[in-house]
């Protein structure tokens, strides 16, 4: 259990020095299949192929059997929020004996956007926020106010993405439970506060988590269609339904950043330059370095989308291609956390039977030990290739079949240019980071 501490307040695997390969072939190598994928699609692909995908086929469900089974999980899912924000405060204040740090750091942060590019959209069903803010809305007063621009624009959904990655990588006591409380209290109380004057419909574009967790969920192959009735279609192809904003694909731009710097934060050299600093120097530092590194992914894409603009003529580039945006972070995602979740992630089920660090044993699962040989680090290291090159060409593919959408085959091919080129160097930089 103590190697839950020490996993936390890094939070991730970040690098590794057990690639199977050369981190430099690996990195050339990514590098190579994007370029040839690239060429491949170019002399292949003419039509757009995903919106015609999007439809799906039907999954007949009962109608109140599905019922039953969404309040169970809706009261399963409420019940653990509580236990969870209570054990901040009322359990011991460490990483080790008390459930918080686990779920939220590993279970919540790492296993929902994973799980929902699997499962689909089931946050918006578990989500404690969500469910407050719609029975708010069922007791609020009927009001004429109309929301305010900084509302319904969405942009403050980059708070809480940006809080969490700084308590997560940043500040010194981020994994300490009763800071972990509070932060829960005040964003669920602001929610609701916002609910009662304004709705749900509005609040709920500034709940980040939700944002960041539904896009993800557009790769699922399961979906719920207009007429809430549940479809399958094939994997990956939901993002060309997706309708980005600038709010949108900030809130991802940001998340990939923050997963950025966990690596950068593991490399040797940055090491080295926060060695000997405690406390409030060494937030400062780590405060700079998330700062810096978000600002170099969301530099670099906003370039590449401004020569996309002057290729296209058209404006909006940057929210049209956003979604090649998706599989990256979810690559990203599997690369850095994967393990993370598959060994760490055991300590959830310990933590269960006793959350407040009081010597219980609900669920007689109090003295299980983490299986640490589940998987090897091989099968980790080319799972971690395997994923920053995979959403990468992904993403070159998913860039490729909404350029021939909206334009000719010449323009198509030529807007892809400073995007290739940008996904070529995050390819590169994330596998080199790898190695720590």
Not at 149 to 172: D, M, N, R
Not at 237 to 250: D, E, F, K, N, Y
Not at 254 to 274: H, K, M, Y
Request: charged share 10%; hydrophobic share 50%; net charge positive.
């Amino acid at each position: 259990m103590h190697s839950v501490l020490s996993l936390l307040l890094a939070h991730g695997v970040g690098g590794r020095s057990d690639l199977p390969i050369s981190e430099w072939i690996a990195a050339w190598s990514g590098a190579i299949a994007l370029l040839l994928s690239f060429a491949a699609l170019g002399l292949l692909w003419h039509h757009p192929k995903f919106p015609q995908a999007l439809i799906g086929r039907l999954v007949p469900t009962p109608k109140f059997l599905t019922q039953i089974f969404l309040l169970l999980v809706q009261a399963i899912a409420m019940t653990l929020f509580l236990v969870v924000l209570t054990a901040c405060f009322f359990g011991p204040d460490n990483t080790v004996s008390n459930i918080a740090p686990t779920t939220i750091f590993i279970i919540f942060w790492v296993g929902m956007p994973l799980s929902a590019a699997v499962l689909g959209p089931y946050w918006k069903v578990i989500s404690p926020w969500e469910n407050l803010g719609k029975w708010i809305d069922r007791i609020r007063p009927n009001s004429e106010s109309v929301a305010p621009k900084w509302l319904t624009s969405g942009w403050l959904a980059l708070a809480p993405i940006t809080v969490f990655h700084w308590l997560e990588l940043a500040y010194h006591h981020g994994s300490s439970p009763r800071v972990l409380g509070w932060c829960i209290l005040i964003y669920a109380v602001l929610l609701l506060l916002m609910t009662w004057r304004w709705g749900w419909e509005e609040t709920r574009k500034i709940e980040g988590f939700g944002v960041l967790f539904s896009l993800a969920a557009a790769i699922s192959p399961i979906f719920v269609d207009q007429k809430n009735k549940l479809r399958i279609r094939y994997p990956f192809v939901g993002i060309s339904s997706l309708r980005m904003t600038p709010a949108s694909v900030a809130v991802v731009l940001a998340a990939l950043g923050g997963t950025a710097f966990d690596g950068v934060s593991r490399t040797d050299w940055w090491l080295d330059l926060i060695v000997g600093k405690t406390g409030a120097s060494w937030t400062l530092v780590n405060t700079l370095g998330l700062a810096w590194v978000s600002l170099i992914i969301g530099l670099a894409y906003h370039q590449a989308s401004r020569i996309g603009s002057r290729l296209t003529s058209d404006k909006n580039f940057a929210y049209k291609l956003g979604g090649s945006l998706i599989p990256i972070f979810l690559g990203y995602d599997i690369a850095h956390y994967f393990s993370l979740l598959l060994l760490e992630g055991q300590a959830f089920k310990i933590l269960l039977s006793d959350p407040y660090g009081q010597g219980w044993d609900i669920f007689n699962t109090a003295s299980h030990a983490i299986n640490w040989t589940v998987i090897s680090t091989t099968t980790i290291g080319w799972i971690q290739i395997g994923s920053i090159v995979g959403g990468h060409l992904l993403g070159v593919l998913f860039a490729h079949d909404r350029s021939v959408e909206l334009w000719s085959a010449r323009t198509a091919l030529r807007s892809q240019y400073p995007m290739l080129v940008v996904m070529v160097i995050y390819t590169i930089i994330g596998l080199v980071l790898m190695t720590g």
